[in-house]
């Protein structure tokens, strides 16, 4: 089984890349499946399944981060790919916790980023960008050449060793390469760990603790001028 987890901001184009992936992965005789991770409602799964009728999955994160979510099920979503005979799994996160990363070792993480929005977003999405193998650049026909090389500019300086591939995803222009390193990855190892390290620890707010200020919590905390501090045992 070979393993590749999509994350990145919601509507960047993620699964328009991996629609035109999953196009010529089944065009060049591989057999993938897909499981789209999402917090209330995905229907992803249903019209990739419809499009290419490969084994398709969706699990909803809840309360939980779905980046979170993607660590504690990853390990059966690769059972289930494995059952349904496929080599190749595709995991789409919506990655909405930008300190998190749900990329694996041994695994190809792509992030997709979106040309139009903002010079700066590269510099605010952290080790979903930092650690990933690949970043795709979406959307580049709605930009000019000069704000895509300094947006390209901005995700090298950000991830120096991070791939970076240009697509207009909506055409498959751009989409080949991708393809040609998902091909030469690695098949997975069990156990799984995570390629980067999870944030530092849970606070009362993530448990549901409503009051509002540094005082009424413990755990990992912070006030607007002192840094990260720990109160409690």
Known sequence: MKLIVFAGPPTCGKTTVIRQVIRRMIKNGHKPSYIKID????????????EFGIPTHKVYSGELCPDHCNVVVLDEAVEWAEKAG????????????????????NSLGIVVLEATSGMNLPRKVGPMLTIADI?????????????????????TKAAHDVAVMESNALYGIGIDPI?????????????MFLRGNPPVGTCTICVGKKEIGAKNHFGVLRTMEQELFYVGE
Do not use: H, N, W
């Open 39 to 50: 917090v209330l409602y995905a229907d992803e799964d249903e019209i990739i399944k419809k």
């Open 86 to 105: 496929s080599d190749f799994l595709f995991v789409e996160t919506a990655g909405l916790c930008l300190r998190c990363s749900p990329y694996v070792e």
């Open 179 to 191: 393809v040609r390193r998902i091909e030469k990855i690695k098949e997975i190892e069990m156990p």
């Open 135 to 155: 970043a795709v650049i979406t959307k580049i026909d709605l930009v000019s050449q000069a704000e895509r090389e300094v947006f390209r500019y901005g995700v």
